[in-house]
């Protein structure tokens, strides 16, 4: 087997559910270190960073990730315990192994091969690992791409190892992403008995049409890159517990995935006009959790698509769909970033996997763009 599987195995085997990095940046700091890397660990709070650099001059290419992995869920629902890497039929299973285990091992033996054929090549490499993509992502690659920002030396270009395939390996990348803005909205009603409700106020009787309003509007209808605004309802509660008594107040959490021609301040100022118009007592508690970016075709655009054909012979789709990533934060400072990783059917699932021989490809794909920007 080759070295990016059995990296990718070895990391795998690392127990590193979010915010925990279980080793596996140090095992892959191991890898990188006997090509003349540098490492600078950025801890905040309980996160790991790591920061790794390679060469003196020119411009930067860095590829970034995330050592964390989502819990497990019911580890006697696994056909094979999450954290023993196991081969079944060409697949590699186990936490993490698409999202993004796998692509983390590409790098590194991408890296490996273009340094042994170009050891002087015309810039630098970096590595920029986090051990808070999967969590609340507050003390991750924010905090790098800031630290980095501050010191001028943000990379020119950026591969984000996310698992963005939907087919076979390479058909979608991602040149961008939507927005998210989550509303925790609280109805205020009387709370009272079911039997006398002259004498109370039902929220969710009042609350009832004005969501269904939400749910029905139309909030744009998308841009050229972007597809329109979403609004989804991921949560309602009310109540005592007890059958015979009316609520007096109704929580309800929904979120928006919006383009840039919907900003969140008009999102939120039409969400509020819609629930006034219905004359609710109610509050809204925003939080933003990332801006739309969007990655223009160009250089980066171009060389990732035509590596990517090279390698596989497919024509990749850019595409902005999906959630959100730690590219949000490294395109705020670095003008060139895409996603590319591993097919991503079984990420965050049971029996999460990867193919095994799309990880020597994918490691391939990488190769080639380092190749055409710094070769």
């Given at each position: 087997m080759s070295t990016t599987f059995e990296l990718a195995q070895a990391l795998i085997a690392h127990p590193s559910v979010t915010p925990e990095?279980?080793?596996?940046q140090e095992l892959i700091s191991a890898?990188?270190?006997?090509?003349?890397f540098r490492f600078e660990v950025l801890q905040f709070g309980a996160v790991r960073n790591l920061w790794a650099t390679w060469g003196e001059n020119g411009p930067l290419f860095a590829f970034a990730g995330h050592t964390d992995v989502v819990p497990t869920g019911p580890e006697d629902q696994w056909t094979s315990a999450p954290f023993v890497p196991t081969i079944r039929d060409g697949l590699l299973y186990g936490r993490g192994a698409a999202d993004m285990k796998g692509s983390?091992?590409?790098m590194v033996s991408a890296i490996t091969a273009f340094l042994a054929r170009h050891p002087a090549p015309r810039g630098r490499i970096g590595l920029l690992l986090t051990s808070d993509e999967e969590g609340p992502a507050v003390d991750g690659t924010v905090r790098v791409v800031e630290e980095l920002a501050r010191r001028g030396d943000m990379p020119t270009w950026c591969i984000v190892g996310e698992p963005t395939s939907e087919r076979a390996l390479g058909d979608i990348i991602k040149n961008g992403r939507r927005g998210s803005l989550s509303g925790n909205l609280t109805v205020h009603g009387v709370q009272g008995h079911v039997a006398y409700p002259q004498k109370a106020?039902?929220?969710?009787?009042?609350?009832?049409?004005?969501?269904s309003d939400l749910v029905a509007e139309r909030w744009d209808e998308g841009t050229p890159e972007?597809?329109?605004t979403t609004l989804q309802i991921s949560n309602l509660h009310a109540g005592t517990g007890a059958g015979n008594v009316i609520p007096g107040t109704l929580n309800v959490q929904f979120n928006f995935r919006f383009n840039p021609g919907s900003p969140a301040a008009s999102l939120q100022e039409r969400t509020e006009a819609l629930l006034a118009q219905h004359g609710l007592d109610f509050h809204i508690?925003?939080?933003?959790g990332a801006e739309p970016f969007l990655t223009a075709p160009g250089l980066l655009v171009d060389t990732v698509r035509a590596a990517i054909e090279a390698v596989t012979g497919r024509q990749a789709e850019c595409s902005t769909i999906g959630g959100t990533s730690d590219a949000r934060f490294i395109a705020r400072y670095c003008p060139q970033v895409v996603e590319l990783g591993p097919v991503n059917t079984s990420i965050h699932q049971?029996?999460?996997w990867v193919d095994v021989a799309e990880l020597d490809q994918l490691a391939a794909i990488y190769e080639q763009?380092?190749?055409?920007l710094l070769g």
């Amino acid at each position: 087997m080759s070295t990016t599987f059995e990296l990718a195995q070895a990391l795998i085997a690392h127990p590193s559910v979010t915010p925990e990095d279980a080793g596996c940046q140090e095992l892959i700091s191991a890898h990188l270190r006997p090509l003349g890397f540098r490492f600078e660990v950025l801890q905040f709070g309980a996160v790991r960073n790591l920061w790794a650099t390679w060469g003196e001059n020119g411009p930067l290419f860095a590829f970034a990730g995330h050592t964390d992995v989502v819990p497990t869920g019911p580890e006697d629902q696994w056909t094979s315990a999450p954290f023993v890497p196991t081969i079944r039929d060409g697949l590699l299973y186990g936490r993490g192994a698409a999202d993004m285990k796998g692509s983390l091992a590409a790098m590194v033996s991408a890296i490996t091969a273009f340094l042994a054929r170009h050891p002087a090549p015309r810039g630098r490499i970096g590595l920029l690992l986090t051990s808070d993509e999967e969590g609340p992502a507050v003390d991750g690659t924010v905090r790098v791409v800031e630290e980095l920002a501050r010191r001028g030396d943000m990379p020119t270009w950026c591969i984000v190892g996310e698992p963005t395939s939907e087919r076979a390996l390479g058909d979608i990348i991602k040149n961008g992403r939507r927005g998210s803005l989550s509303g925790n909205l609280t109805v205020h009603g009387v709370q009272g008995h079911v039997a006398y409700p002259q004498k109370a106020i039902n929220p969710i009787h009042l609350a009832a049409p004005a969501l269904s309003d939400l749910v029905a509007e139309r909030w744009d209808e998308g841009t050229p890159e972007f597809p329109p605004t979403t609004l989804q309802i991921s949560n309602l509660h009310a109540g005592t517990g007890a059958g015979n008594v009316i609520p007096g107040t109704l929580n309800v959490q929904f979120n928006f995935r919006f383009n840039p021609g919907s900003p969140a301040a008009s999102l939120q100022e039409r969400t509020e006009a819609l629930l006034a118009q219905h004359g609710l007592d109610f509050h809204i508690d925003w939080t933003l959790g990332a801006e739309p970016f969007l990655t223009a075709p160009g250089l980066l655009v171009d060389t990732v698509r035509a590596a990517i054909e090279a390698v596989t012979g497919r024509q990749a789709e850019c595409s902005t769909i999906g959630g959100t990533s730690d590219a949000r934060f490294i395109a705020r400072y670095c003008p060139q970033v895409v996603e590319l990783g591993p097919v991503n059917t079984s990420i965050h699932q049971i029996d999460e996997w990867v193919d095994v021989a799309e990880l020597d490809q994918l490691a391939a794909i990488y190769e080639q763009v380092l190749e055409r920007l710094l070769g």
